[in-house]
């Protein structure tokens, strides 16, 4: 029974897998539109300048570009202001009630003036024709139209984040209710974003991406997810290994209990199976099943990042860090009801 349990796992996983939806062209683009980019930024003078030369490369030239200064500590303003940048800035924290990237976003909302709002994390890199095959989505399916990004290495510790990119693409991947979106790089109208009431009706959600998606479907308004593939890349926390545990102990147990109730059992039973085959690797059975799950990985990574050949191989460090940021996000977010990001201490709950 428990093999048959486990295979079943294994199965979710191919499922999952085949669910995936990529972004791609669908069609020339018929519409004349106004593209306000938005950028939030907080202490990202690394990675604003080159975000800022790509979208100069753009096929479909954004009709504006507005960069949000959130209070940053380094030249993030001057960075923005150089390379052609409206820039926005925040030299206050936010008001009581309100996290820093939602802020800085609706801030942004507020001084734009195109009909189409595209979301930009400032360490994404996105390609030549990212604006345009996002519009070619747009008009197919209108509504909120979200992309979560390819991975892109330079360091070994970042290779420690394939459990969490599983995870977070399966959560949007489920056949049923859809229920949230991916917060890098999230293009809507103005005339929808306005029908929501925008972030500030998520002013005080850590995992704003997940909530405006929310309010966007309670309000009639479609939301389709998709994965970067060639069009967009990013590196999430190219500062070590600390900034890594930090980034994702801030999302990760809010996120794991806003996503539905079947689809989170799904996942759940999924990571069973996995962490099974890892505890039980001495049994001979176990040991097929591990086999298993580890083609099943070599196969997923190739399409959500630039894992190597033999990252497959470390699957049970991958999963085992996971377990640890997992157990010290739902011990910071539940007891002690607070997170850090980026020098904040942000309050949750």
């Known amino acids: 029974m428990r093999i048959i349990l486990f295979l079943f796992s294994w199965l979710i996983g191919w499922i999952y897998y085949r669910n995936l939806r990529f972004l791609k062209r669908e069609g020339e683009i018929s519409g004349d539109y106004k593209i ?66 939602n802020w800085a976003i609706w801030n942004g909302y507020l001084e734009s003036r195109g009909d189409i709002l595209l979301f930009l994390d400032a360490d994404v890199e996105p390609s030549s024709e990212f604006i345009e095959v996002m519009l070619s989505s747009y008009e197919r399916y209108g509504g909120l139209i979200s992309c979560w990004p390819y991975q892109r290495f330079e360091k070994f510790y970042e290779h420690l984040n394939f459990a969490f990119n599983l995870v977070s693409v ?58 970067g593939g060639e069009y967009i890349k990013f590196r999430m926390y190219p500062h070590g290994i600390k900034d890594l545990f930090q980034g994702f102990s801030k ?25 099974g085959s890892i505890f039980y690797f001495r049994n001979t059975i176990f040991n097929f099943l591990y086999i298993l799950y580890a083609i099943q990985f070599s196969v997923i990574q190739r399409r959500l990042g630039d894992y190597k050949w033999y990252d497959f191989l470390f699957s049970p460090l991958h999963f085992l860090f996971f377990l640890l940021v997992f157990t010290y996000s739902i011990l910071r977010v539940f007891f002690v009801r607070t997170v850090v990001w980026k020098g904040r201490k942000i309050r949750v709950g």
Request: contains cysteine; aromatic residues 10%; negative net charge.
């Open 36 to 101: 306000s980019v938005i950028i939030p930024a907080r202490n990202e003078e690394e990675n604003l300048g080159k975000l800022l030369s790509l979208l100069k490369k753009q096929t479909y030239k954004p009709y504006e570009v507005i960069v949000v200064n959130d209070n940053s500590e380094d030249d993030t303003e001057g960075v923005g202001e150089r390379n052609g940048a409206r820039v926005i800035s925040l030299y206050e924290e936010p008001p009581e009630g309100w996290v820093g990237k």
């Open 251 to 275: 999302n990760m147990a809010k996120g794991a209990f806003s996503i539905n109730i079947i689809n989170f059992l799904l996942i759940f039973l999924y990571m069973t199976g996995v962490y």
């Open 170 to 227: 399966f959560s949007m991947a489920f056949l049923g209710k859809k229920e949230g979106a991916f917060g890098p790089a999230m293009m809507i109208s103005r005339k929808d974003y306005e029908r929501v009431g925008g972030h500030k009706e998520v002013r005080n959600k850590i995992v704003e991406d997940m909530e405006f998606a929310k309010k966007c479907l309670e309000e009639g308004i479609s939301v389709n997810n998709f994965l």
